[in-house]
Each structure stands twice: as C-alpha cells, then as structure tokens.
C-alpha cells in the first residue's frame, strides 16, 4: 500500500487567491492512498522543502506529490528534494494548479474543485510510478565543429585550448570564411584580416586540432557523447603533405579567367588556386569543373612544373568516420542575391532594382571586396562596368530584409553597421565624393555602435535619407536612384555612379539538408532553432549539439566570436563528466508485441529507434523489432502515440497510469 | 528633389554653422523640436523639416517659406534638443543670412520693413514713424492697413507728423559706409 504525500502551494498569493488551498488539502487528504496532506506559502523555498523533506521521513511516504505551478517551473528543484530524502526521485509527481487552474479561473469555488481533480488525477498516477535508475551513458571527449568561420575557429581553439581534440570541418579549400572576405570592422574599423589571418594560423598550428578543408559532413550517427560523423573529404587533386605552397602550379595554369568567388567573381584566378594568398591550409585546390585536364585529357602543365611532385589528378574522395562526443554547428549565412529566383522559391528577387542586370548595382560583400586592399582592385574604390572612380555612391538599406512580400520579415541586424561603415570607408577613399544612404530604421543597438553610426553622418559627411527606394535604372553612365525622404515629405532623385544595396542575411545554403543529417530543428528562413530562446540559446534540442554564428541568426563579429566560446564552454561542460547522467524518462518497447513495423522510426525526432534482431538459442532470426536508444530518447511519447499494437511506453507516462488519472475524474 | 554635390548647398550650411556655432548634421529628426514649438501649426516647414532641408542643402526651400519669420525665438527647441542643436540660433542666423539670398523671402514683409527701417535712420538719423508706416503700407500694398490707429498714436504724441534730424549726419554716414565697407570686403553679412 502507498503512503502518498502531497503538499499544495500557495504560491504566494498565485494560488491561494483563487483556490481554498486548505480545502484541497483537507479533501485530498481523505483519497485512498494519501497517508499525508498540507499546504505551504512557498514550497518551492528552504522551509517549504525541509517540510517535505521532514514530512517523507516522519510519515514513511512512499510517494510525493506537489501541487504548485508547472512541472517545467519546479519539477527538478521537488524531485532534487525527495532524492535528498532518500526516496527516488522519480516517485515525484507535480499537479500543476498555477498555470493550469488558479491563473485562468476567476470563480473561486470551481476553481477549487477543478484544483482538486487535478491533484486527485495526479496521486492516482504517481501510485503507479516506478523506481527508475539515472541512465548513465560514456562521453567520447572529442568535438566536431563544423565550418571554419570566425565561429568555427573560435570555438575549435577555446575546446582544443582546454585540452581536448577537435575536428574542423570546412566546405571551402581554406578556413576564414566570411570575415576573411572583409576589409575592414565595425566599430572600431581594424583590419578583418589582420586580427583573422592569426587565429586562422593557431588553428592550423594546434596540436589538438585535425582540419579539414574541402570537406562536407555526409552522414551522422549516434547520440550525444557517442557520434560517429563521417566526413566526405573532396579530391583536392594536390597531396596536402607533399604541396609546399610555392604557388608555381598557380602561376603556370594556362587556364586564368575564372571568376574568383572570393572576389565575388570580379577577380579572376587560375583553375588549381587557393582562394586567397592568406588561406590556411596554403595547399591548392583544383577545380575539376573549369580545369582543362580535366575537361579535355590534355594539358598537364602544373604536374610538371610542381618540384616536389604534389598534383595528383587520380585523388579520389575519401569518407573519414570521426567518433565525437559533441557537435558544434557553425555554418554560417550566405547574402541574399536580388537577381530573379527560380521559380517556386518562397523568396522573391527585385525586378524593381533591375534583379541584378545593372552592373554597377553591386551588394554590400561585394562592395567590401573592392574597399578590401587585397581585393580584386588593390583597395580602390571602381565601378565594376568602367572601372572608373564612382563620385556619388549610393547606399540602400533593407534589401530583402524587413520585406514580407519578398519573403524574409526578419531583421538582417548587421546591415545598419556594415554601410556606416561603407560610408566611411568610401569617404576615406575617395575624399570628393558623395555617400547617400536610404535607410528605414538605425538599428545600432551594441557598444559604440551608435556613436559610430552617427559619426559616418556627422564627420564622414555621409548624407541619410529616411526613406526608401522605389526604382533604380541605368541612364547613360548613371543609375537614376527615385527615392523618397520621409522627414521632408519628397521624393528624391539621384543620379548615381554606383549603387551598393544591404542584402539580407540568409543561411548557408544546404542548411536545411545538414540539418537534417544532424537531426537538428530549423525555422522557415533555415535559420537553426535553439533550444530556448532565452535561457538555452547555444544548444539544440537534440542533445549534444551546439550551434555558434550566424547559423542560428543574423549576427555580428562580436556576437558570433561570444556564442562561439558559449557553445565551447557547453562543450566543456559535458566533457567535464566521464560518463553522462540522462533523466530516464525514455521510451521502452515491449518486445513481446512489437511487430516490426517501424513506424516509431518514422515519427521520432530524436533518430532514437534502432533496429534490434531477437534470435533463438540455435541463433535463427525469429523476428526484428524496435529498441529505443536511452542515450538518444527525448522521452516526447510521439512513438507511444503512433505505435499500433501498443508496444512501446514512455516510463512515467505509460498507459496504465493516464487511464487511471481518466478514471479518477 | 534632385541630390547631387551640385544640388546640395553644402557652402550655405558651413555659413549656416558658423554663424550659429551649433552642428546641422547633428540632428536624427527626432521632432521633439516641432512637437514644443508654439508657432509650429503657421509653419509650411515646421522646425524639424527645417533643419532636415538644410541637412541635404535645400535653403532655398526654407528661404522660400515664411518658417523662419514666424519662429519667435522662445528657444523651446533648443531648451529641449537630445542633440544639442541650438536651433533657434539657425533660425537666426537662416533669417541674417535671408538678407542676400535671393529667393521670395526678400519680397516679404519682414525684409521690407527692416528695410525700411534701416533707410529711414540712414537718411534722418533716427526713426521717422509716420514715414515708416506710409512707404511700408504702400510699398506692401496694404493702403489702409492701421490705419485708424494713426489718430490714437497722433493724441498721445507716440506719432510725429514731422521728423526731426539726428544733428550728427556725417557720423551715422559714416557708420553705415563702414558696415557696407565691411560688406563688401566679406567681414560682416
């Protein structure tokens, strides 16, 4: 026989307000089973748990229930408290008469009688709880971080700093990323490169680091401390360890006028390349889709000038399992482009911004390019068509962003910064020219940002006109720019050189698809979902996996370099632990009555049912049945849902105990 | 509204600055400005749109209106300014500099009168009321504007039929040919 204990909460005034607290206790009191019952102010604080701490070992209970606010409040904070007892922790239920009773209900006496059904369904459940052990699972004390941005490098050097091995993996035939393309930040206007090229130099150099560049994730198994990833590793065609990086292969290659991506195609490199002078690794790349050899079986050239013998045009793809403890995601964004859209895509191009014909209309990476002294220019500020100097630069923000019925409603957040910034550097520059720069809102919530906004406008003589544009097309030489300023109420016409527009910050490309094979949720846009917005903002749902950067949303350097290290400090933490403790609140089939159907496979979230053979004692097949990984279940129920010859149960929500909380109604 | 370097009177905005010795740029037209002014409602350019005109170089738009003659110098705008914008001092120095600007403005009332004004203590040395008030209504066009105040300002005596000469001509003369001196060599508006 039970001898259940159950405490109502006052909750301050929350509860009692509106539900006879002392009633419910006295009513309660009287259920079969129920061997205590009273009611505190706080439960949740010290004297109200040393009451329930008290009451377990007075009253010899044998199961508690606690009815306060919800169980996503409190639940831990009660069952950490009954554990201290000496009762498992799991023979702990919570009613939850806040959220569910005292703060929708007005009438005090319904109130109060709902408030009783509900702590009545929950003694009626938790007398059918059963001890359940901690589940305790091995971490592999290595960490994956995939894409090598400023994220990625971040948060690889602070986990492999702390001692343990990281595996970087980045699409690209170099580690840099975005940051690398820039000239120079906001809003201290430092060089990109000079304060990146170091940390991209650490990387390479840390012993505790394994790189891979020119590599894609192409499958991820297992759970959290015990991920086996296997990374697809590109042909690169040059033997990384023989290559010395002395750039004779690059300077031979007849084949020179492919469009530099880098350079957002306005320079061009050869078809063996490395990206950009400063990559890491220095190894280059070929490109087999532009590469003569390649195309035509004929050339050849830079295998025979290479000296130490590196080029080896029969490298095939190789497949890396890496076993991993964690998983760090930071893949970063990519810029919406306004040319027009293939057609069934949710996300419109600008037909009234010319969807990119004008060559002269260029966006804001672009533009970085060209201010950047590595870049395709050498740092001087030209038109793409001419090549000549433009004297009145036109910048527009919110292209894309904060569009609805072009598809994205979100905030680009980075966009307000990066043209002040523009402005700036296009005022140092070219010292007789004119920046315009038709905004919506400033948006510069961060330390100096603002000041730095304003002193693009108040010393770098940046004019901004609050209003937007409706129109850009070429006459002549120029783009007519037909906008409005709202703060005086007319339209406004300026006849352009250049015209530089903000684009939105997109994700990656592909995101979707890896997230997926990570088994990671994603918003509409493909932006990463954290797990709370507010209290778990680096980690997924699934567990073991953390997300850094622009991922997850539109972020700056500093807020990127911050998530980075709060991601790696995540992955510390569960390093910490030799083995990981999981609540067992998990999913078990019953394999007697499994018949193999899998369809708890399809609906799991989590890719926590595995396939499990049951023999005989001769070793024949008798049948296959489902087995849910403990290590991997969320505990959602959604296979208990689906199951149709009712085999799997979720522990502490099993059948058995809500048909006897139906029952006690 | 045509915005090129051309277009934009940035000249006019330096003088504008210099001579009220506070920063246009400086203002994110926030409207608390116009939100406290009391003659805002006369106004085509209440006082924000003021400043945001000469921000993009468009005195001419200012100049044109009548803003600037209705401000009454109260400083509420400047009292309450986030940006320290001592707009009533722009306001000054939009109407010293309205002096020379062409544009419509230098037809309008308040350009007359001080014109007026001015001629009349050139030529007399001092201020010849009736005088005033009868090349003002004519020159404006106004024939009987105040008129029936004349014999009321006559009884108490506020109003002279003759004038009376300043006995020192040459000096004030003097006075005037230096400002216009001074003029015409930059040193004053």
């Given at each position: 026989m039970s001898r259940i204990g159950v405490f109502i909460c006052h909750c301050g005034e929350n509860i009692s307000r509106t539900v006879d607290v002392e009633r419910v206790a006295a009513q309660v009191?009287?259920?079969?089973?129920?061997a205590f019952s009273t009611d505190y102010k706080y439960m949740c604080s010290d004297p109200g748990q040393g009451l329930l701490k008290k009451a377990i070992q007075e009253q010899r209970l044998s199961h508690v229930v606690v009815a306060a606010c919800s169980p996503r409040m409190h639940e831990k904070t009660f069952r950490k408290a009954v554990e201290s007892a000496g009762l498992n922790p799991f023979l702990c239920e919570m009613a939850n008469i806040r959220e569910h009773c005292s703060w929708v209900h007005e009438d005090r006496e319904e109130a109060t009688q709902k408030a009783i059904e509900i702590v009545g369904m929950m003694v009626e459940r938790v007398k059918k709880n059963r001890v359940l052990p901690t589940i305790t699972v091995p971490v592999t004390k290595r960490s994956l971080v995939i894409g090598g941005g400023i994220a990625g490098i971040q948060a690889a050097l602070d986990i492999a700093d702390c001692g343990h091995e990281v595996v970087l993996v980045e699409r690209e035939p170099s580690i840099g990323g975005h940051m690398a393309q820039l000239s120079e930040t906001f809003p201290t206007l430092d060089c990109s490169q000079c304060i990146m090229t170091p940390k991209m130099v650490d990387v390479a150099n840390h012993p505790k680091i394994k790189l891979y560049t020119y590599a894609e994730i192409e499958h991820v198994e297992g759970y959290i401390g015990n991920f086996q990833v296997t990374v697809r590793k590109k042909?690169?065609?040059?033997d990384e360890d023989k290559c010395t990086g002395c750039g004779v292969c690059m300077t031979k290659c007849p084949q020179k006028k492919i469009p530099n991506t880098f350079d957002r195609n306005l320079g061009m490199r050869p078809a063996i390349y490395v990206p950009f002078p400063q990559a890491v690794p220095n190894t280059p790349v070929i490109d087999r889709e532009n590469c003569t050899k390649f195309k035509t079986g004929k050339c050849g050239v830079c295998q025979k000038v290479c000296g130490p013998g590196a080029?080896?045009?029969?490298q095939e793809d190789q497949l890396i399992v890496e076993p991993v403890g964690a998983i760090v995601v930071a893949t970063g964004f990519d810029l919406y482009s306004i040319e027009e859209k293939p057609k069934g895509s949710p996300i419109k191009g600008y037909g009234e911004f010319g969807h990119g014909k004008?060559?002269?209309?260029?966006?804001g990476m672009t533009f970085e390019r060209l201010a950047s002294a590595s870049g395709p220019t050498g740092g001087k500020i030209l038109?793409?068509?001419?090549g000549r100097e433009p004297k009145q630069i036109v910048f527009i923000q919110c292209v894309g962003s904060r569009a609805r019925e072009k598809g994205i409603s979100y905030c680009s957040k980075i966009c307000c910064m990066y043209t002040a910034k523009h402005t700036m550097l296009y005022h140092h520059k070219v010292h007789d020219g004119q920046a315009y720069v038709f905004f919506m809102d400033a948006r510069t919530p961060g330390k100096s940002y603002d000041e730095f906004w304003r002193r693009s406008i108040e010393e770098e003589e940046a004019v901004y006109i609050r209003g937007m544009v409706s129109r850009l097309y070429q006459k002549g030489d120029k783009i007519v720019v037909m906008g409005s300023d709202i703060a005086v109420g007319v339209q406004v016409e300026i006849e352009a050189d250049m015209v530089v527009l903000a684009t939105a910050v997109q994700p990656q490309k592909g995101a979707d698809t890896l997230a997926q094979k990570l088994g990671i949720s994603y918003d509409k846009y493909h932006f990463y979902s954290e797990a709370h917005a507010k209290l778990r903002p680096v980690e997924c749902a699934t567990a073991g996996i953390y997300l850094a950067g622009a991922c997850q949303g539109p972020k700056d350097i500093p807020d990127t370099v911050s998530q980075a290290s709060a991601a790696a400090a995540k992955v510390m933490t569960l390093f910490a632990k030799d083995k990981l403790e999981r609540e067992p609140i998990v999913a078990k089939v019953r394999e007697a009555g499994c018949v193999g159907c899998f369809y708890c496979r399809k609906v799991c979230p989590y890719g926590a049912v595995e396939e499990k053979e049951i023999r005989d004692r001769q070793g024949n097949l008798i049948k296959v049945v489902a087995y849910v990984n403990p290590g991997v279940c969320g505990g959602c129920g959604t296979c208990q849902a689906t199951c149709p010859s009712k085999s799997v149960e979720l522990d502490g929500y099993t059948d058995e105990q809500i048909v006897a909380m139906i029952e006690s109604l | 509204m045509l915005l090129s370097t051309e277009t934009m009177d940035v000249d006019f905005v330096r003088k504008v600055e210099a001579l009220s010795g506070t920063s246009v740029r400086r203002c994110f037209q926030c409207g608390k400005c116009s939100a406290g002014c009391p003659m805002a409602t006369f106004m085509e350019h209440p006082p924000n749109r003021v400043v945001r005109l000469l921000q993009l170089g468009q005195w001419q738009r200012i100049l044109a209106g009548r803003s600037i003659w209705y401000c009454a110098s109260c400083e509420t705008c400047s009292t309450r300014c986030p940006n320290k914008v001592h707009l009533a001092s722009i306001m000054d120095a939009l109407r010293k500099l309205s002096w020379d600007a062409e544009g419509p403005s230098k037809e309008s009332y308040v350009q007359l009168a001080n014109r007026l004004f001015l001629q009349n203590i050139r030529t007399?040395?001092?201020?010849y009321e009736m005088r005033l008030a009868a090349v003002f209504n004519v020159k404006s066009g106004q024939f009987l504007k105040d008129l029936m105040l004349g014999p009321k300002l006559i009884s108490k005596g506020k109003l002279k039929m003759f004038h009376q000469k300043n006995k020192n001509m040459i000096e004030i003369e003097k006075i005037f040919g230096r400002i216009e001196e001074m003029r015409k060599n930059g040193e004053a508006l």
């Open positions: 009191g009287t259920l079969p089973g129920v042909a690169r065609s040059v080029v080896d045009y029969e004008i060559p002269d209309v260029i966006d038109r793409p068509s001419d | 007399y040395g001092r201020q």
